[in-house]
Nanobody, 123 residues
């Protein structure tokens, strides 16, 4: 599966952005989908993930309550709605697809990755 993330940009602290990740192919619904981010000089970290059917989601503590991951299998797209943005949310955000049995937080569980979309938050 090929993934393309978009929707990043510049937002003010306290503002919102919605990231999207479009997948190619007909097998999108077979994959759990995750969002990760990497800030300059830091390791890539887990943000959120959603199960194949969309009925289960998990979040990093740093974004829980501020972010919502969702998906539309008919559109082969996964979303990350980010609210109450903080400067520490600034990073390149990546979407990824996992064929594992469970929805996981570890990046090595995800076999397919998009190219990333950059989020900048001004204070």
């Amino acid at each position: 599966v090929q993934l393309q993330a978009f929707g990043g940009g510049l937002a003010q602290a306290g503002g919102s952005l919605r990231l999207s990740c479009a997948a190619s192919g007909r097998t999108f619904s077979r994959y759990h989908m995750g969002w990760f981010r990497q800030a300059p000089g830091k390791e890539r970290e887990f943000v959120a993930a959603i199960s194949r059917s969309g009925d289960s989601t998990i979040y990093a503590d740093s974004v829980r309550g501020r972010c919502t991951v969702s998906r539309d299998n008919a559109k082969n797209t996964v979303y990350l709605q980010m609210n109450s943005l903080k400067p520490k949310d600034m990073a390149v955000y990546y979407c990824a697809a996992s064929g594992t049995a469970l929805v996981l937080r570890t990046s090595n569980s995800y076999a397919y990755w998009g190219q990333g979309t950059e989020v900048t938050v001004s204070s």
